[in-house]
């Protein structure tokens, strides 16, 4: 009788088992919700065909609200607070930091612009001659290693960041 009861309850454990596996994978994704079942859930698809690469943009010609050409776009920069800016080198090499916001693409011609007037460019915008160091760029233009010191990329140069061969 102490056999049977053990087979039984073997067997219930087994049952509740085996009927909870579709549960627990459900539940695999976590708090977020992104996976199931391996594939991407509807919440987290992107819509590309709305966004632009930061590599296509360069170079892209600006003009004006009067649609006269009036530069390219020379980088793509993000500030600390996440905010997308866009540099337009007019055509007599001046550089202006123009907000995202600000700038309007034309897929169709590929072709950005902005709206102001070139006279206006320098009044509504920051002007420089030439993009000074970002963030990651450094003191000699190299990205800077953790401890804010400028990285060596020269060849053969040790990382200081990077534990050393021996792990010490």
Known sequence: MKSKSIVSMLSASALALAMSGPVLAAGETGQTGQYQNGMASPQAAADFSSMYKADNLKDLSVNDSQDQQIGSIDSVLVDDQG?????????????????????????????????????QLSMEFSAFEELPPTALDGANGAMPGLNGEPRDTSPGATDPDQPSPGGF
């Open 83 to 119: 905010e997308v800016h866009v540099v337009v080198r007019d055509q007599q090499d001046m550089n202006y930091l123009v907000p995202w916001d600000r700038v309007t693409i034309d897929d169709q011609q590929q072709i950005a612009s902005i709206d102001v007037s070139q006279d």
